[in-house]
């Protein structure tokens, strides 16, 4: 057997119903829905006061932070990449090389193509640190010291 169900115009006879019935018993229903939400529900059904501005109000919008110029300083880190950062943002600049260990002690690897690097150096610091590429560090030749004679070929203090 097949029923055919077409659409009418207007609600359905159920959903009338169902509209009348929560209409009759509105009253009643707020005032539940009040004592479960603690008056929650009459309130926030209640228009707010919109803030009114008192006066001349201007804003201006927000400009970048000036830029202070980078002061830069040699920095090994805990990892044992060889970086300048800088001094007043902690950010830091370039990425100068590593600290790796090679045969039995550690050794400085400039950041270059040849060094296996993706992002290496620019050319003029490359020409002004090669001969510190490859250096050994040891007791008597410390992170701290590596990091001076860096700053010093690169004119920085």
Same mark, same amino acid.
């Given at each position: 057997?097949?029923?055919?169900?077409?659409?009418?115009?207007?609600?359905?006879?159920?959903?009338?119903?169902?509209?009348? !019935? /929560?209409?009759?018993?509105?009253?009643? *229903?707020?005032?539940?829905? #009040?004592? *479960?939400? $603690?008056?929650?529900?009459?309130?926030?059904?209640?228009?707010?006061?919109?803030?009114?501005?008192?006066?001349? *109000?201007? =804003?201006?919008?927000?400009?970048?932070?000036?830029?202070?110029?980078?002061?830069?300083? /040699?920095?090994?880190?805990?990892?044992?990449?060889?970086?300048?950062?800088?001094?007043?943002?902690?950010?830091? !600049? =370039?990425?100068?090389?590593?600290?790796?260990?090679?045969?039995?002690?550690?050794?400085?690897? @400039?950041?270059?193509?040849?060094? $296996?690097?993706?992002?290496?150096?620019?050319?003029?610091?490359?020409?002004? !640190?090669?001969?510190? #590429?490859?250096?050994? @560090?040891?007791?008597?030749?410390?992170?701290?010291? @590596?990091?001076?004679? /860096? $700053?010093?070929? @690169?004119?920085?203090?």
């Amino acid at each position: 057997m097949v029923e055919i169900i077409s659409k009418r115009d207007g609600p359905r006879r159920e959903d009338a119903q169902v509209k009348r !019935l /929560i209409e009759q018993n509105r009253s009643t *229903i707020v005032r539940l829905a #009040d004592q *479960i939400s $603690g008056g929650g529900y009459s309130a926030s059904r209640k228009p707010r006061q919109q803030p009114k501005a008192e006066g001349l *109000i201007i =804003h201006v919008g927000g400009s970048a932070a000036p830029v202070t110029e980078a002061k830069p300083s /040699i920095h090994v880190t805990m990892n044992g990449r060889v970086i300048s950062k800088d001094q007043n943002t902690g950010r830091q !600049l =370039h990425h100068i090389g590593d600290i790796r260990n090679r045969s039995g002690g550690q050794i400085f690897v @400039l950041a270059t193509k040849q060094n $296996g690097f993706f992002s290496p150096v620019d050319e003029t610091v490359a020409e002004a !640190l090669a001969e510190l #590429d490859g250096s050994r @560090l040891a007791a008597t030749y410390t992170e701290e010291q @590596l990091a001076a004679d /860096i $700053g010093a070929k @690169l004119g920085i203090d």
